[in-house]
């Protein structure tokens, strides 16, 4: 890194970039890090070959053709940390409770599932709902589900498109479910990275999304299941309030949202159901 450039950012520009960064995804910039925000500016600075602040923060300023330099930023200072089945008792929630309820649901005779996987990073999360709802309709046939996963990342995008991780992503082996994985969905290759079947891979519609803005949130409208974890944490209560609004009206009814497990519901929330199934919360919105 070229440490000139990150004793030329100062906490002005580092104010000015953060608030940026917020206007274009809702993601708030700790105070407490901003030298390693500092740092991290002036790495993508040496990327784009820029020398002064104030250069980049005027690229940045120019909107949609620059918006993959914001993107980038974004990738940088957010943790695209993601793993298959985390959180299981989630998983085996939907596996055990939800999909037996849903597909055997007079109402939805004859429905797709819709699942949408808003924040998928690399496409594990959503990977992990494809699997388990394969494995249900070799069962029941009759079960057709759509799984569409988006992100604002385009590098975690184009990575869960190619659906090839490294032995962090299949920690736990499978967080213990490959019991219940009669069908092999995956290889590992010769560097020791694990490849998804692109039986699995083709079943996962990757789309980009930034939650931060109000006309993609449309792209969740009709959901049965939308999983949100790990992100909300990244974003002022201001969105997350109005996301929370949004994923209760985007579902239909007896529809489920899935949060991260250190993310919850305001505790005025009389919206949607809370159920707590072995310590874990899941949320269903009723009516
Ligand atoms: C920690 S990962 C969570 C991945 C997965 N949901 C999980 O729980 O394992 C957070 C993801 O949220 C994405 N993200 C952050 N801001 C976003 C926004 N405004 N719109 C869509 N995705 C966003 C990041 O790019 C990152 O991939």
Same mark, same amino acid.
């Given at each position: ?45 040496? +990327? ?9 923060? &005027?690229?940045? +300023? ?23 089945? #985390? ?62 996963? *988006?992100?604002?990342? &385009? ?5 869960? #498109? ?8 299949? #920690? ?25 079947? +692109? ?23 009709? &959901? ?17 309030? #109005? ?11 007896? *529809? ?28 269903? +919105?009723?009516?």
């Amino acid at each position: 890194m070229h440490l000139g450039h990150a004793l030329k950012i100062n906490d002005v520009h580092v104010g000015k970039i953060a608030e940026m960064v917020a206007d274009f995804s809702g993601i708030v910039i700790d105070r407490l890090f901003l030298k390693q925000v500092a740092r991290k500016i002036a790495l993508q600075m040496d +990327k784009y070959a820029i020398s002064k602040p104030d250069e980049y923060i &005027s690229m940045l +300023k120019q909107g949609e053709n620059f918006t993959f330099v914001m993107e980038d930023l974004i990738a940088a200072l957010t943790v695209s940390e993601s793993y298959f089945f #985390r959180n299981p008792a989630q998983f085996e929630y939907l596996y055990y409770e939800y999909f037996p309820w849903f597909f055997n649901e007079p109402a939805k005779n004859g429905i797709p599932l819709r699942v949408w996987s808003a924040g998928c990073s690399r496409g594990e999360e959503p990977y992990s709902v494809a699997v388990l709802l394969a494995n249900y309709k070799n069962k029941y046939p009759w079960a057709e589900y759509i799984i569409k996963a *988006g992100d604002i990342n &385009s590098l975690n995008l184009e990575a869960a #498109r190619k659906g090839i991780y490294s032995v962090r992503s299949v #920690r736990d082996k499978f967080s213990g479910f490959e019991k219940i994985l009669p069908e092999k969905f995956g290889v590992f290759n010769e560097f020791g990275n694990f490849v998804i079947d +692109k039986k699995f891979a083709e079943q996962v519609i990757f789309d980009k999304l930034n939650l931060n803005q109000g006309n993609e949130l449309k792209k969740l409208n009709w &959901s049965d299941i939308i999983m949100c974890r790990n992100v909300l944490i990244y974003f002022k209560d201001e969105l997350k309030a #109005r996301l929370l609004e949004a994923f209760f009206e985007c579902l239909n009814p007896g *529809g489920l949202l899935l949060l991260g497990e250190t993310e919850c519901l305001p505790s005025d929330n009389s919206k949607f159901e809370v159920i707590n199934y072995k310590n874990t919360y899941v949320f269903k +919105k009723n009516k």
